[in-house]
């Protein structure tokens, strides 16, 4: 999918999904059963134009590298197909991709990947030695994480291509255990992916 957890609202620093790449983790004091919230994201693959484009221009200059061939995205109101370039800056594209309409783009406007999502759901999961699952909450709030079920998934819903989404987590450490720096509990985001044509 080209959605992704982040755990800032400025989307830059990114949680891998089911990797150990980036995980989500911290360190949490056992003997004395801490517990940590955090606000976390979610967001469709997006970066901004790094040049201006007229409404003629195939050649699409990115910020961040993001997308790959074949891929549609959206820049304001206008969908683009990705022909070359993929997993570059310097992109090749087909203009008015779906029937939109060419036009121009000033340079920094938000290029997102073409998806919509329905059904979004976010999984606590930890397929690492034990299970320890049941040390995380998910919450729509800070406050909901007080009553959510340990270990329980999240229903989110539906999300437009554009829209970021945000919940809380907690994780808490059983008191007098080990000293835990958690990296191996892991969210993933399950859901329906749409293009957007």
Known sequence: MSIHLYRNTDLTDQISEGTMANPDSDIYNGSDGESKDRELFIANEQT????????????????YPR??????????????RILSGGGTTNLTVERGYGGTTP?????????????????????VLDT??????SWCRLA??????????????????DKAHAAKLS????IAV?????????????LKILGTEYPIL
């Open 140 to 157: 729509a709030t800070q406050t909901d994480l007080d009553s959510a079920t340990p270990g329980a998934q999240l229903i989110l819903g």
């Open 48 to 63: 901004a134009l790094a040049t201006a484009m007229n409404s003629s221009q195939i050649d699409v200059q990115l910020s």
């Open 174 to 186: 059983p008191a007098g255990t080990p000293v835990q720096n958690k990296i191996d509990i892991k």
């Open 128 to 133: 690492t030695d034990s299970d320890e699952s």
């Open 103 to 123: 036009t121009s783009h000033s340079s920094g406007t938000k290029v997102y990947s073409g998806y919509d999502y329905t059904g979004l759901v976010v999984q």
């Open 167 to 170: 919940f809380w987590r907690r």
């Open 67 to 80: 997308f790959i061939n074949d891929e549609a995205i959206i820049i304001g109101s206008e969908q683009m």
